[in-house]
């Protein structure tokens, strides 16, 4: 398996279950703070933090292996699969980002401004490693 297609499915393990967890249970937690708005942002880490140390690992793997084995060059396909992994994750963002700062400011509260920017976001990366694994598996066409 590729590193890139390895580093792809990591992180869409990580985005479809911290995130996941967040949407579905993690809007019911009470902690023992003094403000709502408190409670949420205690809430919100948890996930974010999850995300950011599954990155890091994943990140320091592939820098161990790297130096293990000598650098790999990086060919044309991979530059492709990453260019167009990268374009169509944008254009899903922007479809979110102007959800959350063009229609939602007129009638949502803070919080679901975030949660709808996070899940934007959430969306986005998962398509970027869906179209990376799809095309290390399948192959891309030009």
Known sequence: MHPKERTAWVWLTCLLVAPSLYFVWGQDLE???????????????????????????????????????????????????ESRASALAYQVLMLGMIVVGFVLP???????????AFFAIVVAEIVHSVVIVRAYRQGIHV
């Open 31 to 81: 902690w023992a703070m003094s403000s709502p708005d408190l409670n949420r942002l205690a809430t919100l880490a948890i996930p974010l933090v999850f995300m950011a140390v599954t990155a890091l690992s994943v990140k320091l793997f592939n820098i161990r292996q790297a130096f293990g084995q000598g650098r790999d060059l990086v060919d044309e396909r991979d530059k492709l699969i």
């Open 106 to 116: 007129f009638s949502a509260t803070r919080w679901e401004l975030i949660d709808t």
